[in-house]
């Protein structure tokens, strides 16, 4: 299948600061990228929707000016934690589809934050 | 009612049974269907994509029913390696994927 990379894998930072987060599609092209959020034992939450060189669509309850998305190329997109806090820790995990008729998403590894 | 409902689970049986999961839709404009096997702290992997023909892919079956807004995965002869949560996912085009609460499954020694 279709690679999807994920950097970093692990971040720890102090509330107040800002962490990027890259999500690459390594041997595809990636029209539409999705970030999702995920808590302990919890679902995957879609947190926005971003096709490449337009402004991302948010969920409903997912602060646009806190999450700021980046869709910069096909293959790559960031996502940014604003003035991070400790409620912000989480997994996230972005994931890519391409021009499969059948629009399989892949997946990153994910990247674990925690906020002190 | 939630748009993609599935099995609460957990599923725990002994190895090499069959175990069958269950997911309904709630959306009939739904177009493709997936599912996947999310391993704790893991992210998500594609098991199978579900067409509508029903497709097997060594000890995994899946199959579809739109009529019914219905997808299965049938896992045969369970190792202990399959255990994880299956997560069943529904894409409706130009809106995005959906995807259900997953169903957790343990296979025991």
């Known amino acids: ?116 | 009612r939630k748009e993609v409902e599935q099995d609460p689970g957990p599923f725990n049986v002994p190895e090499g049974a069959t175990v069958a999961f269950n997911c309904t839709y709630s959306n009939s404009a739904s177009q493709s269907f997936f599912w996947y096997r999310q391993d704790c702290r893991k992210e998500p992997k594609l098991l199978m994509s579900v067409y509508s023909s029903g497709n097997e892919d060594g000890r995994f079956t899946a199959q579809l029913n739109r009529a019914s807004q219905y997808i299965s995965l049938l896992i045969r002869d369970s190792k202990l390696s399959d255990s994880a949560t299956y997560l069943c996912v529904v894409y409706n085009y130009g809106q995005n994927f959906v995807f259900g609460p997953g169903t957790r499954l343990s296979v025991l020694p």
């Open chain 1, 1 to 116: 299948g279709a690679v999807v990379s994920q950097h970093p894998s692990r971040v720890i930072c102090k509330s107040g600061t800002s962490v990027k987060i890259e999500c690459r599609s390594l041997d595809f092209q990636a029209t539409t990228m999705f970030w999702y959020r995920q808590f302990p034992k919890q679902s995957l939450m879609l947190m926005a929707t971003s096709n490449e060189g337009s402004k991302a669509t948010y969920e409903q309850g997912v602060e646009k000016d806190k999450f700021l998305i980046n869709h910069a190329s096909l293959t790559l997109s960031t996502l940014t934690v604003t003035s991070a806090h400790p409620e912000d820790s989480s997994f996230y995990i972005c994931s890519a589809t391409g021009t499969s008729v059948y629009n399989e998403q892949f997946f990153g590894p994910g990247t674990r934050l925690t906020v002190l």
